[in-house]
């Protein structure tokens, strides 16, 4: 009877371990069967080179335990870290954000940070502990300066500006030179400009789109990750995971709380050589003169454009950002990445709108599968109109002329997107002087 009653005892507390057993065992296969996909995915479209900080992983020290995987901030939305043969892989290298979680939570060290790949390299500007640069007096902070995570970014921002203030001795008496420019009103930028108002320095700050930087332009209704950070004047920003609009609305009542200024539309094109310690800033608004200079840009740099007739017009957009304000319009969007086609199908969905989306390849080569699979099934519907081999040639207030295999089409047009990419800075900085460096897969 005894040994009976320890069986069924024994059956009691094995069957539900057993199952938990069970359980995890066929999540964790659905796991590699997911990465393997995603891996497989990345492969076929070339996305293989992370565009910033990204982890690398030691195969003999992983223990394939997934920390780093639920660690990241863009899971389960993107599988940017997965598992294959019981080991972490980094499965899509492009929607690597930087953040460093993966790092922090992995229990045995088996994760480094690096910048670049053996195979590609990544430009980064050489800057000090206080973001300070070689060129004595200007300053770099946040994704320029290769990390774009927002809480990164603010803390940068701010050390930053502590080394201005700190190298100030004497208050300014020409009130026509500021004690520091910035350039961005990102993170970074915001930071840095509500420092400047802590420190009691004179600034003036550029930003030649709208508050938010590069956050700004993320699709609408994205979620944005950061950590609880201090601002300067504003105290805690404790928001951990909240969506782009509302972070962008909260930095707006920051903007109105404070004062702080910024010059908006304004474009920075470069400096003049430092004169007794001032330097000429120029932008396409007209010149500036600061003792300091703090580049809080983003790395996209300035939107490439096709310089086609009829460019200038303000339907023509290099960002995409709200579908809905495309809702009953006949729109274009030029581009064959992924930002393109993911712009073209979410405007699609949106009632009574007509699209065509413009590439000169003939095929969308470098695209994640999942948007090459989509644009498939909206033009199966009839909801886009793909016209592969073309080219942009005219730009008029209500129609765009494309040359579509040597036969020019006139096609009704309200706005238009150009996904074309952007121009890195990093000519721009070289022209300053400003040392960059060339990671390949080194911190």
């Known amino acids: 009877m005894n040994i009976l009653s320890s069986n069924v005892l024994y059956l009691v507390y094995a069957l539900p371990l057993l199952g938990v057993f069970m359980w995890a065992l066929r999540k964790k296969s659905a796991l590699e069967i997911k990465s393997h996909e995603t891996w497989e995915e990345s492969q076929e479209a070339g996305l293989i080179h992370p565009p910033s900080l990204h982890p690398v992983i030691d195969p003999l020290k992983c223990i394939g335990c997934q920390s780093c995987i639920h660690a990241c901030p863009e899971f389960p939305a993107h599988q940017v870290l997965g598992l294959v043969n019981h ?3 980094l499965s899509s290298p492009t929607d690597c954000i930087g953040h460093g979680a993966c790092q922090q939570v ?6 480094s940070l690096v910048f670049g790949t053996a195979e590609r390299g990544v430009d980064i500007p050489d800057v000090n502990s206080d973001f300070s640069t070689n060129v004595p007096g200007i300053y770099i902070a946040g994704e320029l300066g290769g990390m774009g995570l927002i809480r990164n970014a603010i803390m940068q921002g701010c050390q930053a500006i502590d080394s201005v203030a700190q190298s ?18 990102g993170p970074a930028g915001i930071a840095a400009s509500l420092g400047a ?20 332009n993320f699709p609408r209704g994205k979620i944005v990750m950061t950590q609880p950070v201090d601002l300067p004047i504003v105290g805690k920003m404790s928001f951990q995971e909240t969506t782009k609009e509302k972070l962008i609305e909260f930095w707006k ?19 003049e050589s430092r004169i007794d310690g001032v330097f000429t800033v120029n932008t396409d608004k007209g010149s500036f003169r600061a003792k300091n200079l703090l580049l809080a840009l983003g790395r996209r740099g300035t939107p490439r454009k096709l310089g086609v007739p009829g460019e200038e017009q303000n339907k023509v957009t290099y960002a995409f950002v709200d579908p809905t304000q495309y809702r009953g319009q006949s729109v274009l969007v030029v581009g064959g990445g992924d930002s393109a086609l993911e712009a073209a199908c979410t405007i699609a969905e949106e009632d009574n709108t007509h699209v065509t989306l413009s ?19 909206m033009i199966a519907l009839g909801n886009i109109k793909v016209l592969l081999e073309s080219n942009l040639n005219k730009i008029e207030p209500n129609e765009v002329h494309i040359n579509h295999k040597g036969e020019v089409l006139k096609l009704d047009n309200d706005a238009a997107i150009i996904c074309a990419g952007g121009l890195p800075p990093n000519a721009l900085l070289k022209d300053m002087g400003i040392v960059v460096e060339t990671k390949h897969g080194v911190a």
């Open 87 to 89: 080991k972490a892989i």
């Open 106 to 111: 992995c229990p045995v060290g088996a994760i």
């Open 168 to 185: 100030i001795t004497e208050k300014q008496s020409d009130k026509d030179v500021f004690d520091v420019l910035i350039v961005g009103s």
């Open 197 to 216: 108002m802590q420190h009691k320095l004179s600034y003036c700050t550029l930003e030649q789109n709208s508050l938010g930087g590069t956050v700004a």
């Open 253 to 271: 009542k920051v903007q109105m709380d404070t004062g702080m200024q910024v010059q908006y539309g304004t474009r920075f094109t470069g400096i």
């Open 359 to 377: 590439y000169r390849s003939d095929a969308f080569a470098r695209a994640k599968k999942r948007n090459r699979s989509r644009i498939e099934s």
